[in-house]
């Protein structure tokens, strides 16, 4: 194993470790109430023993990859805690992780550097005090709750959590091609006759699209991480890893023919759907292919997320909040056997009322 | 000089501008529009002028515009056949009509589908009525075989003219009150008609038929045989039973029956003919002349019989409900040749239809007119159950329960109660039956006449019911439906006697309670109802409360993401047209009058002019 550098925000008052406010969007140190602008800092003391590269502009993963660290190594990095000197060995996506002896924040800086930098960084917006909050109200005016849930269920662990997202933006054009028919009824001596015409369409579309994000995290849901959106991206700040401190982050690892799969499959078939659209004035209309070329270029940035458990009894219910908009997404409990009950409460009251006032009309002689 | 010339140019300007403005003032109008709409060219120059012309000719002599409009088959489908929409737009594009109110008829027709169609606007709709415009309709497109498409839009130009030109004589010979009313495109409503083109007998005539129609006067020849046997279909005994018949009739009623056979109609209408002969033989009695003419014509190319009334009496009596019962009558003696025998059966329904007011009367049934004076059948018995069981439904032993019960039910509520059942209702419908039959046979307990018939037709499901006085207070709706339903069972299983126990059962339970039961099926019935609305109900409850329930789904769509999107080129081609046919016939309507009785079809018209101008009705029927 190997040791690698790190970076720590001290406090530079007391030398106690510093985290990044989400509220104030300053780094605080909770000891001597010490408050910095992120602005202000220095670079970092130690500098990364890579040189940084050159960026590589565009999505162009092949060159990136040389950067990754292969997880399959043998060798795990080794990392050294600055305030209380133990030997830390993290996951290899992860970037900054809380030292579980001092508490002490570590940005690994290595797996920052040069062509790993992110391109920018949208900080915490909510803090982690306000998630019970927006817990009872993503939870509120859910009426397949099962009853007794809240009093049942207990947050878990909150990690807030930087998410790597490829942000894409790109240009479809092409062709799509539809079949489409037009009838007209008329009557003709005994016989009612239908005259039907075919028509071949063609819509040559062109489409621009931009902030387009997608998780590139392997370890995260990705239906999790699409219900999260949207993030707004012109918060989108030049990356310090001081905004890192008190907070975990990863780093992307999803393999980049899915990341850029799933970008382009969402974008060509909003791309049909609006050639689609422009076929007005048909009875029916049939997609029959196309031929759309896509451009896309991506950035990479960290997204800042929630992420927990809500625990209850034997089951656990991940959710997610995103960090920016307090948007809360995740997994509700089904119980079958409520759901049935609330239906036929429901029925079975009505029926209860109708056949009321049926017997009572039959008795008034209605 | 100079000066001179200029005022002359000046006012030469002045009228010929005036001239036109003069004219659309005037109502004359705006010739620009063409007479005669033909895209495809189906007409040659000459027949299409001919109409051009002859619909100017029209226009100034009627004031009234015409319009020919030749439809082709791509406009046909375009219009989706709505030819009336069509005359419409054409009406409107081409700002057709006569004077302020844009007199006009737009008359289409398309060769290739044999679709024909005649709209009027403006003073045009008033005077040309909807029978007239059916007649119109119905008789053009026979002209094509003969003259073609030309002959079609022709004759629609002749009948029209021909309409107008009888409207025109009827005000000439009315009182000046009625004149006055007709000339603002109201009719009144009895008495005055509007004739057909009257065709008149060319070549030999008749021998009663008069050398001058137009200066004919009625008159009555009370000596006039009352059969006129010019085919020779009676035998002498029947020729001499139906005369006797005939004058029978005559005496008891006051009005006039006539029977007359001939070999030809010369040419006329069938109902026409016979008209003329009522007409110009001095038949009918009273200043309208009233009585039934029955003509057979056995022309072998035209072989039928027709009735003619005449007299508004008569004409009100000779319902097309009646004369479809009459003519079924007589059309299957007809097709047997069983002449003399129908039509002294005949001479039976004419004595029923005047004295009773329907062809075909019960008993029972008072002649209309007398005084009738209601009266209680069980006078000093109290109220009674009766079974009146003419179609037969019942055993003797059925008979006996029912009417037992009947009469227990009667005792207990003080009502009186009739089982009747019949396999005829006399050519009337059966509710007017029913009540008929309560009212002329004395049923009904005390002052409000309390009672229900309970009545039963072979081959229906249904339960008929009559109620008055207190039952019928009680004879809900609602109960009504339940009775009905309750017997519907048993009726289509043709289980009679199960049908009006049950009837029965229910009567005394509504007389009791004030309701009849509800069927199980029924409570079933609402049940299921009720689990419906409470399952609809519950499920689009159970729907919003799911769907606030959502779990996180991948998104595949990037329409919150398009910053601009350009359609760059669009291209749509026609590739071809399939076609398909469904088998659909319209409902025919009768064309002012027609019916069915006895497995033929009569034809009847509730208003006709014969050759003298006088006003029929009419009902016959080939065979």
New interface residues.
């Given amino acids: 194993m190997s040791k690698k550098d790190v970076l720590e925000q001290k406090c530079p008052s007391c030398g106690a470790p510093m985290r990044y406010d989400a509220a104030s969007g300053k780094l605080v140190c909770d000891w001597c109430g010490t408050v910095l602008d992120i602005e202000d800092q220095e670079s970092p003391s130690e500098s990364p023993q890579q040189e940084p590269e050159e960026k590589v502009s565009g999505f162009d993963y092949e060159a990136i990859k040389n950067q990754v660290i292969d997880k399959d190594a043998l060798e795990l990095p080794i990392y050294h805690c600055k305030s209380c000197g133990a030997e830390l060995i993290s996951a290899w996506e992860q970037v900054s992780l809380t030292c579980p002896y001092c508490r002490n924040n570590i940005v690994l800086t290595d797996k920052l550097a040069g062509s790993l930098r992110p391109d920018g960084i949208v900080p915490f917006n909510i803090s982690s005090d306000e998630l019970p909050g927006a817990v009872t109200r993503f939870y509120k ?5 099962p009853k007794g849930f809240f009093s049942r269920a207990s947050m878990g662990n909150v990690t807030g959590l930087y998410v790597p997202f490829w942000v894409f933006e790109g240009r479809l ?1 092409g062709n799509v091609n539809f079949g ?1 028919t037009k009838s ?29 994000p997608v998780d590139a995290s392997e370890r995260l ?4 991480m ?2 999260l ?2 993030f707004d991206l012109r918060a989108v700040k030049d990356f310090d890893p001081a905004y890192l401190a008190g907070f975990a982050a990863d780093r992307f690892d999803a393999p980049a023919s899915n990341v850029e799969a ?2 382009k ?3 060509l ?2 791309a049909y ?2 050639a689609r659209n ?1 076929c007005a004035g048909y009875d029916s209309v049939n997609e029959r292919g196309g031929n759309i070329m896509a451009q896309v270029k991506a950035r990479y940035l960290l997204l800042p997320v929630y992420i927990f458990d809500i625990i209850e009894g034997r089951k656990n219910y991940s959710l ?1 909040v995103n960090g920016q908009s307090g948007k809360v ?4 409990p ?1 119980d079958r056997a409520y ?1 049935l009950k ?10 209860g009322a ?2 009321l006032y ?1 017997v009572a009309r ?2 008034m ?2 | 000089m100079k000066r001179k010339a200029a005022l002359l140019i000046a006012a030469f300007m002045i009228i010929s501008l005036a001239l036109p403005l003069a004219a659309f003032a005037g109502g004359l109008y705006d010739e620009a529009s063409p007479r005669l709409i033909d895209s495809g060219e189906a007409l040659d120059e000459a027949y299409a002028q001919d109409l051009i012309n002859e619909s100017q000719l029209f226009s100034e002599k009627y004031e009234m515009d015409i319009v020919f409009v030749i439809v082709t088959p791509d406009e ?6 709505r030819l009336g929409s069509m005359a419409d737009d054409i009406y409107d594009a081409g700002r057709y009509g006569w004077g302020e109110d844009r007199s006009a008829a737009i008359v289409l027709w398309c060769p290739e ?2 679709e024909y169609h005649y709209q009027a606007y403006g003073r045009a709709s008033e005077l040309i009525d909807e029978d007239e415009i059916e007649f119109i309709s119905e008789r053009s497109p026979g002209y094509q075989e003969e003259y073609g498409d030309w002959g079609v839009l022709y004759a629609s130009l002749r009948l029209t003219s021909n309409y107008l030109d009888d409207l025109s004589e009827a005000v000439n010979t009315l009182p000046p009150d009625i004149a006055g009313l007709l000339q603002d495109g109201q009719l009144p409503d009895q008495g005055l008609t509007v004739s057909e083109d009257p065709q008149p007998i060319s070549g030999e005539k008749p021998y009663w038929y008069p050398e001058n129609v137009a200066g004919f006067q009625f008159f009555h020849d009370e000596n006039a045989p009352r059969v006129v046997d010019n085919a020779d279909i009676f035998t002498p005994e029947e020729e001499a039973a139906i005369e006797a018949r005939a004058w029978e009739i005559i005496e008891r009623t006051g009005k006039d029956v006539v029977v007359f056979t001939d070999t030809s109609s010369y040419g006329l209408e069938q109902n026409v003919y016979c008209a003329d002969f009522y007409d110009f033989n001095g038949y009918g009695f009273g200043p309208e002349r009233e009585g039934l003419c029955l003509l057979f014509c056995m022309d072998p190319n035209d072989r039928g019989f027709m009735t003619v009334a005449t007299g508004s009496e008569t004409r009100a009596l000779f319902t097309q409900s009646s004369s479809n019962s009459m003519d079924g009558l007589l059309y299957d003696y007809a097709v047997s040749a069983r002449y003399g025998e129908g039509v002294l059966s005949w001479m039976d329904t004419v004595e029923s239809l005047y004295t009773k007011g329907v062809p075909f009367a019960p008993d029972w049934l008072p002649d209309a007119g007398e005084g009738f004076v209601r009266f209680h059948r069980g006078e000093g018995k109290g109220p009674s159950g009766y079974i009146d069981d003419k179609a037969g439904f019942f055993t003797e032993e059925e008979a006996r329960a029912l009417s037992a019960k009947a009469e227990r039910i009667s005792r207990e509520y003080g009502i009186d109660i009739l089982i009747h059942t019949t396999r005829d209702s006399y050519g009337m419908s059966r509710t007017e039956y029913n009540e008929l039959y309560y009212l002329y046979n004395g049923l009904g307990e005390g002052d409000s006449y309390d009672g229900m018939l309970l009545a039963g037709y072979p081959y229906s499901a249904r339960m008929y019911m009559y109620s008055e006085g207190s039952v019928s207070a009680k004879l ?1 709706e ?2 009504r439906e339940r009775i009905e339903d309750h017997c519907a069972d048993h009726l289509n299983d043709y289980e009679e006697y199960e049908a009006f126990d049950t009837a029965l059962d229910d009567l005394e339970h509504m007389m009791k309670t ?2 009849v039961q ?1 069927s199980l099926s029924s409570w079933i019935g ?2 299921a ?3 419906a ?3 609809i ?3 689009a ?2 729907g919003a ?2 769907s ?2 959502k ?36 409902q025919r309507s009768s064309g002012g009058g027609g019916g069915s009785g006895g497995g033929h079809s009569s034809s009847y018209h509730s208003s006709f002019s014969g050759s003298s101008g006088a006003s029929h009705s009419s009902s016959g029927s080939k065979f």
Avoid: W
């Avoid at chain 1, 005016?141 to 709750?145: D, G």
């Avoid at chain 1, 008329?186 to 005259?195: A, E, I, L, N, S």
């Avoid at chain 1, 997404?329 to 509700?332: A, D, F, K, Q, S």
């Avoid at chain 2, 769509?557 to 291209?571: D, G, M, W």
């Fill in positions: 005016n859910k009426k397949l709750l054009e489409a007209i009824s008329y009557r003709q001596g005994d016989y009612r006759v239908t005259d039907t015409k075919h028509y071949s369409l063609s819509r040559e579309v062109s489409l621009d699209f931009d902030q387009l849901d990705d239906a999790l699409d219900s959106e949207p799933r970008a499959q969402r974008m078939n909003t759907a609006s422009q997610a997404v995740g997994e509700l089904n759901n609330y239906f036929l409460l429901r029925a079975g009251a009505v029926l109708f056949m049926s039959y008795f002689g209605a | 046909y489908r375009d219009c989706r056949g589908y044999e809900t609602v109960n004030g309701r509800r609402t049940g109802l009720g689990s609305l409470g399952g109900f519950g499920g409850s159970f409360a799911k606030t329930m779990t996180p789904r991948t998104k595949t769509s990037a329409r919150e993401y398009v910053r601009s999107f350009r359609l760059l080129n669009q291209s749509d081609v026609f590739l071809y047209t399939s076609t398909s046919s469904v088998y659909d016939p319209p």
